[in-house]
């Protein structure tokens, strides 16, 4: 690993680093107060659409979001519950099947029309079963609703085709934006390139490699939100968003921080930063989805030889020097209840300590099908190259060459829908942790875009939609871990890291703590600055 270890710096190192950026605040101790300008660097590449619904990055979620509003949302503090952001109230059926929202009074869309309950409807519509030329990449979350109704201006009904223990959580899902459905009528990709929602603050501008900037909406529908006056997002690499924590000139990042830039920013800052998370792994899994219409991928021995050959182990190790995304773990978020012990995770394909023994099986595994010095191209977004440095280290020790195509996210996105690749870079869908929703980008293919390794697996699809009716979480529990096993020695996907959410705070910034996913309080509604506060 010491050889993987010294690529992965000098991968490091070739990040350019951007310019500072200047912020503002203003208010006063005390009780929440408005004013002030929230900055917020992302440093995970450029969007490439702006539709919450065709959303494969987060990245794209970090800047859109405070623009929209959703039915209803998961909130931190009783994590992971939902509560009401459009919807006032709800009622579910006894048996589960029917969920009836009232939506608030009063909703104003930033053009100053009206939202009733038709835009919900036309919205969800668009995720669940999206028109010709429209990207959904969550239809498989949605397989269950059978119908959705409008009443009347007010009312939304949602009908099940089955009870899913979920569904409260999928229909609060971030990427769930409710867009102008008269918009939609006119041109149903107007999401992809216009802002135009309900959310706390307007769009205001973007500019590729500079900012992404929102202004508060005066016409919002809660009282009193937002705080801020707006927020501003440049567009920087990792290091410079590392730097400018340093220098004090944003007020926090959106991932996690590496023991010794968390070392850096305390030594330099110190009381003038809060650190959150501090040793939590959120929701957050980085994989690998193989592709299985392509030969030889379609032949499970060579993608088992592939999992083989990974040492999470010493990767790990290595990882923590360059990227929060350290933490070994399998498809069940470590420190869960559904997570194995360490101990029953080595018995996994990819888990065991005895690394050599592991990659021995897998050079015997592709000399039994034929393809002792195979050649593939990964697909990988630029912004986390370290993952391709990681990937072509060990693959080369079984006799696999790699050829690391690092592109930037629109390029990966349109890559993959179209099938041009053998391994691609992926997280699931992590706003919560629940492989309801983190697996289901894995429901069959022929139905669901977003299964990047575009199988098929009627067994799997089986075992999928069986968890979802099951109430018990301890036979729940015993059934996911049946289907983590059944996908981790398929090889359909291949783990890498989690994600460990260590991070510095800016010590006025108030409302932002420990979570357990990197998907709340996007909307930056109650999020406020003191200005007392040291800076």
Sequence with gaps: MRSFARRLACAALAMAAGSFLPLTASGSEGAPQRGGTLVVPIHLGEPGTFDCHGASTVSIMYRVSPHYSKLVKIVPEKYPDVIGDLAKSWKVSPDGLRYEFTLRDNIKFHDGSDLTSNDVRVSYERLRNPPQGVVSLFTGMLSDVASIEAPDARTVVFQLKAPNASMLQILGMPYACVYSARLLASDPSYPTKKIMGTGPFKFVSYSPGGDWIGTRFDQYFVKGLPYLDGFRMPSVTTAAANNAVIAGQVHYTMIGTTPSQLMRVVAERGDKVNVVGKGSTTSVLTWLMVNTERAPLNDVRVRRALALALDHYSGSK?????????VVGGLLRPGSPN?????????LPGFSRDIEASRKEARRLLAEAGHPDLKLTFLNNGVFSYFGVYLVDQLRQIGVTVDHQAVDGATVQARALSGNYDLVFRTPPEYLDDPTV????????KENSANYTRMNDAK????????????????????????????????????????????????DVRGVGSFQSTFMKLDLADIWLDPKAKR
């Design 339 to 347: 997570a194995r012990t360490e101990a029953e995770l080595q018995q």
């Design 460 to 507: 799997f699809d089986e075992m999928y939609e069986a968890q979802k009716r099951v109430m018990d979480p301890k036979v729940r529990r015993e059934r996911l871990r049946e289907m983590e096993s059944y996908l981790l020695n398929q090889a359909y996907v291949i783990p890498f890291f989690w994600h460990n959410w260590t991070r510095p705070i800016a010590s």
């Design 318 to 326: 290595a990882m923590l020097q360059f990227t929060a995304f350290n």
């Design 438 to 445: 983190n697996w289901s980008v894995l429901k069959p293919y």
